[in-house]
């Protein structure tokens, strides 16, 4: 189906520039960091102030019938649920589920001087600060392309808009509120997800696969106090030395693979051509993206293999650590234990749970020198593999992204998470996914100077409101 609206692209623009910009300011000042770095998150209350300023702005928009419920669930952090009835009457029964959250991760040293966490700064066609790509525009964009598509004359099937609040900590609060829903959902026959990322700023990017994940706390205990270093060395083992010997049993120091077999799995041969096809197009990897200190060079330099070790293979990365103090305030001590924060990355279609124990028995077994070896607050989430394309939505992607962007939609495995996926595939098992994003390459979410692309945003925007139409126009 062509969607013809010539003054949809003029309207988004016009309302990301006058109204949304100043309202994602305002939400990236709020320092709203998500449960799993805020135990005390309603106490503070920064939750409830995004959520509040994320509501009134959805409650003034343009949308026929638009009603919004902030579902509270006692000891769970808030779910803004926005529903917005069919455009078109002959699409009542049909559902679109629309999906993004507003919880934060925390601040992260290294930003640029003049910029910050908490501190909104446009520059550009950029708009600087905590959260607004990850993912604080969502319910912004979600809510102008249904307000926009209605404006313009592109029918719609009822949408309805999710925005959580834990999903930075696993949304492990999601669960209860999707069960709390219950028939309100109905039977989603498209989920747009707005949490995910893009390759470069041509097009519009699908995500094809999530990683899963797997963390845990890896302790080991040598003294009951710190020792003299003269007096303790050669005669206690050292914490740190016994935490490489048992890291050495998850993870190849010289190459940097998890040699768990749990963790791995057979990469599906249509991700691998989707993968080739990705890497030859662009000319490059995923490496481009990052700023290497010095001469660092990436584990690979073939592309293809950049692709696949971020989407398909299990990763281990050292998120934080307890026991070493700061180098300026080191005492000549032989520590009596160190902790190190685990998080593995796990192939998209990994058994999670399974890969969690793995890891737990491989790492407390027999430890050397007898220490005291733990594992704990281990948690797990599992990835997700997106099902075939429709043919109507492969067409009805490659149309909105040539009009909006320029060219045909692209597609990729990204190697985060986003646990809803995998919760909505498996509750849904006929519905298509659209699982896209703003974070273009150097927007650094989670890490220091994260910044939303507005361009990028904007036409995101506008091929949301498309793919709204195209979906009413699709067989059942």
Same mark, same amino acid.
């Given at each position: 189906?062509?969607?013809?609206?010539?003054?949809?692209?003029?309207?988004?623009?016009?309302?990301?520039?006058?109204?949304?910009?100043?309202?994602?300011?305002?939400?990236?000042?709020?320092?709203?960091?998500?449960?799993?770095?805020?135990?005390?998150?309603?106490?503070?209350?920064?939750?409830?102030?995004?959520?509040?300023?994320?509501?009134?702005?959805?409650?003034?928009?343009?949308?026929?019938?638009?009603?919004?419920?902030?579902?509270?669930?006692?000891?769970?952090?808030?779910?803004?649920?926005?529903?917005?009835?069919?455009?078109?009457?002959?699409?009542?029964?049909?559902?679109?589920?629309?999906?993004?959250?507003?919880?934060?991760?925390?601040?992260?040293?290294?930003?640029?001087?003049?910029?910050?966490?908490?501190?909104?700064?446009?520059?550009?066609?950029?708009?600087?600060?905590?959260?607004?790509?990850?993912?604080?525009?969502?319910?912004?964009?979600?809510?102008?392309?249904?307000?926009?598509?209605?404006?313009?004359?592109?029918?719609?099937?009822?949408?309805?808009?999710?925005?959580?609040?834990?999903?930075?900590?696993?949304?492990?609060?999601?669960?209860?509120?999707?069960?709390?829903?219950?028939?309100?959902?109905?039977?989603?026959?498209?989920?747009?997800?707005?949490?995910?990322?893009?390759?470069?700023?041509?097009?519009?990017?699908?995500?094809?696969?999530?990683?899963?994940?797997?963390?845990?706390?890896?302790?080991?205990?040598?003294?009951?106090?710190?020792?003299?270093?003269?007096?303790?060395?050669?005669?206690?083992?050292?914490?740190?030395?016994?935490?490489?010997?048992?890291?050495?049993?998850?993870?190849?120091?010289?190459?940097?693979?998890?040699?768990?077999?749990?963790?791995?799995?057979?990469?599906? *041969?249509?991700? /691998? +051509?989707?993968?080739?096809? &990705? %890497?030859?197009?662009?000319?490059? @990897?995923?490496?481009? #993206?990052?700023?290497?200190?010095?001469?660092?060079?990436?584990?690979?330099?073939?592309?293809?293999?950049?692709?696949?070790?971020?989407?398909?293979?299990?990763?281990?990365?050292?998120?934080?650590?307890?026991?070493?103090?700061?180098?300026?305030?080191?005492?000549?001590?032989?520590?009596?234990?160190?902790?190190?924060?685990?998080?593995?990355?796990?192939?998209?279609?990994?058994?999670?749970?399974?890969?969690?124990?793995?890891?737990?028995?491989?790492?407390?077994?027999?430890?050397?020198?007898?220490?005291?070896?733990?594992?704990?607050?281990?948690?797990?989430?599992?990835?997700?593999?997106?099902?075939?394309?429709?043919?109507?939505? *492969?067409?009805? /992607? +490659?149309?909105?992204?040539? &009009? %909006?962007?320029?060219?045909?939609? @692209?597609?990729?495995? #990204?190697?985060?998470?986003?646990?809803?996926?995998?919760?909505?595939?498996?509750?849904?098992?006929?519905?298509?996914?659209?699982?896209?994003?703003?974070?273009?390459?150097?927007?650094?979410?989670?890490?220091?100077?994260?910044?939303?692309?507005?361009?990028?945003?904007?036409?995101?925007?506008?091929?949301?409101?498309?793919?709204?139409?195209?979906?009413?126009?699709?067989?059942?």
């Amino acid at each position: 189906m062509t969607i013809t609206a010539p003054g949809l692209r003029e309207r988004i623009d016009a309302i990301w520039a006058t109204d949304i910009v100043p309202t994602l300011c305002e939400y990236i000042a709020i320092p709203n960091v998500s449960i799993a770095f805020d135990a005390e998150w309603a106490e503070h209350g920064y939750m409830d102030e995004a959520v509040e300023l994320i509501k009134t702005w959805c409650a003034k928009r343009a949308i026929a019938g638009l009603t919004i419920d902030v579902q509270r669930i006692a000891g769970r952090t808030p779910l803004i649920v926005c529903e917005c009835p069919a455009a078109d009457a002959a699409a009542a029964d049909r559902t679109v589920l629309l999906y993004g959250h507003l919880d934060k991760q925390p601040e992260m040293t290294g930003w640029r001087d003049d910029l910050g966490p908490w501190k909104p700064v446009v520059e550009g066609d950029r708009l600087y600060g905590r959260g607004g790509a990850d993912d604080g525009y969502a319910a912004f964009a979600a809510l102008l392309a249904i307000e926009a598509a209605e404006a313009e004359g592109i029918p719609h099937a009822r949408c309805i808009v999710l925005i959580e609040a834990s999903e930075e900590s696993g949304s492990p609060d999601l669960p209860a509120h999707v069960d709390h829903l219950g028939a309100r959902l109905g039977t989603p026959e498209l989920v747009v997800c707005l949490d995910s990322g893009c390759l470069d700023t041509e097009r519009l990017w699908l995500t094809t696969s999530l990683r899963g994940v797997a963390v845990g706390r890896l302790t080991v205990e040598v003294l009951e106090q710190g020792a003299h270093s003269g007096q303790a060395s050669g005669i206690v083992p050292s914490s740190f030395r016994i935490l490489r010997q048992l890291l050495d049993r998850v993870e190849d120091s010289a190459t940097g693979e998890v040699v768990l077999p749990e963790l791995h799995v057979e990469i599906p *041969a249509d991700r /691998l +051509d989707q993968i080739a096809r &990705t %890497a030859t197009e662009l000319g490059h @990897g995923p490496a481009n #993206e990052f700023r290497f200190a010095g001469s660092t060079r990436p584990m690979s330099d073939d592309p293809i293999e950049q692709f696949v070790a971020q989407s398909w293979r299990p990763t281990l990365s050292y998120i934080g650590v307890d026991g070493l103090p700061p180098s300026g305030r080191s005492g000549n001590v032989l520590r009596p234990s160190t902790t190190l924060k685990l998080s593995f990355r796990l192939p998209p279609t990994c058994d999670a749970p399974a890969a969690l124990a793995a890891v737990e028995r491989v790492l407390t077994a027999e430890p050397p020198g007898q220490a005291s070896v733990s594992f704990t607050g281990g948690d797990s989430a599992g990835g997700w593999n997106a099902p075939s394309l429709a043919s109507w939505l *492969a067409e009805a /992607l +490659d149309e909105a992204s040539t &009009t %909006a962007f320029g060219a045909s939609a @692209g597609y990729f495995g #990204e190697g985060g998470s986003i646990p809803f996926m995998g919760m909505l595939g498996a509750r849904f098992p006929a519905a298509q996914f659209v699982v896209t994003g703003a974070l273009v390459p150097g927007s650094n979410a989670h890490g220091p100077d994260e910044f939303l692309h507005l361009p990028t945003a904007r036409r995101v925007t506008e091929c949301i409101a498309r793919l709204l139409g195209a979906h009413v126009a699709s067989p059942r």
